[in-house]
T-cell receptor, first 117, second 109 residues
Framework: GAVVSQHPSRVICKSGTSVKIECRSL??????MFWYRQFPKQSLMLMAT?????????EQGVEKDKFLINHASLTLSTLTVTSAHPEDSSFYIC?????????????FGQGTRLTVV | KNEVEQSPQNLTAQEGEFITINCSYS?????LHWLQQHPGGGIVSLFM???GKKKHGRLIATINIQEKHSSLHITASHPRDSAVYIC???????????FGAGTTVTVRA
């Protein structure tokens, strides 16, 4: 199956700094990527839909100025957590979808564990 | 009510036992995914189903479109199967995924 690579897998940063997380589709072109957040013992929560060449679409309640998404190419989307606070500590996962013969399959990155101290 | 409901929430089995996880959904879907998440956090896609049944090794996934229900079976379970299993419905109206809450499976040796 297709591969989605997410980097870094773990990051610790100080409050007030910004952190960038990269999501790459390695062997297919992804016009759309999705960013999720997962709190402990909970399922994935969609934060935003990243569209290549256009602005991201954010879910209700997600601050677009805090979680900056850039999808500059068909293989790379980035999520930047700006002015990080301890409450931003979480597990962030990206996914990319590939349409194959009319069926859309989803592939997930390995996730990034963000800890803000 | 969540669009995707999974049961049970937690499951403990002895090695070798047959395990079943159930998933019901209330939205129109183009496909249904079964995902596996290990304690490290990474997610692996096990199956994508739009009809019928799929088998991969000791894992079997079935879906009944009319009843809006899917099951994941693990035959001859092994401790390495211990993980969180997540059902995700690919919504046909906007192609976004709706996730179940996950089933934490623990297989004891």
């Amino acid at each position: 199956g297709a591969v989605v690579s997410q980097h870094p897998s773990r990051v610790i940063c100080k409050s007030g700094t910004s952190v960038k997380i990269e999501c790459r589709s390695l062997d297919f072109q992804a016009t759309t990527m999705f960013w999720y957040r997962q709190f402990p013992k909970q399922s994935l929560m969609l934060m935003a839909t990243s569209n290549e060449g256009s602005k991201a679409t954010y879910e209700q309640g997600v601050e677009k100025d805090k979680f900056l998404i850039n999808h500059a190419s068909l293989t790379l989307s980035t999520l930047t957590v700006t002015s990080a606070h301890p409450e931003d500590s979480s597990f962030y996962i990206c996914s990319a979808q590939e349409m194959d013969r009319g069926v859309t399959e989803a592939f997930f990155g390995q996730g990034t564990r963000l800890t803000v101290v | 009510k969540n669009e995707v409901e999974q049961s049970p929430q937690n499951l403990t089995a002895q090695e070798g036992e047959f395990i079943t996880i159930n998933c019901s959904y209330s939205v129109g879907i183009s496909a249904l995914h079964w995902l596996q998440q290990h304690p490290g956090g990474g997610i692996v896609s096990l199956f994508m189903l739009s009809s019928g049944k799929k088998k991969h090794g000791r894992l079997i996934a079935t879906i009944n479109i009319q009843e809006k229900h899917s099951s994941l079976h693990i035959t001859a379970s092994h401790p390495r199967d211990s993980a969180v299993y997540i059902c995700a419905a690919h919504r046909s109206n906007d192609y976004k995924l709706s996730f179940g809450a996950g089933t934490t499976v623990t297989v004891r040796a």
